[in-house]
């Protein structure tokens, strides 16, 4: 008997002819998109648009548009698992499952984050911000520090502007307060 044939015998046995597989976990997923659609959707019915009376959208838009969206999505996903649709396996991770969590790179992580937590109202936000992407680049394995600082402090620096300048967002200057 040639591998094709058992291929074939194997899923007559799993699923005979004319029954179509439903995987009906995929129903939790339609509950949570609904619960989520109908809380953005019930949350926002008594909004008022308050100063902004000249937005054209008001505040109830985006929420809105959200709650829709995730109720079409349930709709969608109930339809296709009803008419026997099955998700794929994710064929091109390359992550071996079999091998155990490296709780040494996690705890390096939370500690960067955790001085950078700690620092960042001294320093400022460009000097941890670039400390923070440098720390990071190198406990997951970056040997090239010059590089990944100067990156981190464009970056950094860069943020700060987008968010201090741009959306006036203020973000800690720290010692560089006059400088920035």
Same mark, same amino acid.
């Given at each position: 008997?040639?591998?094709? /044939?058992?291929?074939?015998? /194997? ?5 005979? !002819? ?8 995929? =129903?939790? +997923? ?8 109908? #809380? ?6 008594? +909004?008022?648009?308050? =100063? ?8 109830? @838009? =985006?929420?809105? #548009?959200?709650? &829709?969206?995730?109720?079409?999505? @349930?709709? &969608? ?9 099955? *998700? ?6 390359? +992550? ?9 790179? !996690? ?8 001085? /950078? ?9 460009? &000097?941890?911000?670039?400390?923070? =992407? @440098?720390?990071?680049?190198? +406990? ?5 520090? !010059?590089?990944?600082? &100067? ?21 800690? *200057? ?7």
């Amino acid at each position: 008997m040639s591998t094709d /044939n058992l291929s074939t015998d /194997n899923q007559t046995e799993a699923h005979p !002819v004319g029954h179509r597989h439903r995987d009906m976990s995929q =129903f939790v +997923v339609v509950g949570v998109l609904v619960a989520v659609g109908l #809380f953005a959707i019930i949350s926002t019915w008594d +909004v008022v648009a308050g =100063f902004a009376k000249s937005d054209p959208l008001g505040p109830r @838009a =985006f929420p809105r #548009f959200i709650g &829709i969206g995730c109720l079409v999505l @349930a709709a &969608i996903l109930a339809w296709r698992t009803l008419a026997g649709d099955v *998700p794929e396996e994710d064929g091109g991770e390359d +992550v071996d499952l079999t091998m155990r969590a490296d709780w040494a790179t !996690v705890g390096k992580l939370v500690a960067i984050v955790l001085v /950078n937590v700690a620092l960042v109202s001294f320093l400022g936000w460009a &000097i941890t911000g670039a400390l923070l =992407f @440098a720390g990071t680049t190198y +406990v997951l394995g970056s040997r090239t520090p !010059v590089r990944d600082l &100067i990156i981190g402090a464009v970056l950094s620096v860069g943020s700060f502007y987008a968010f201090y300048v741009g959306l006036g967002v203020p973000i800690p *200057p720290g010692i560089l307060d006059g400088i920035l």
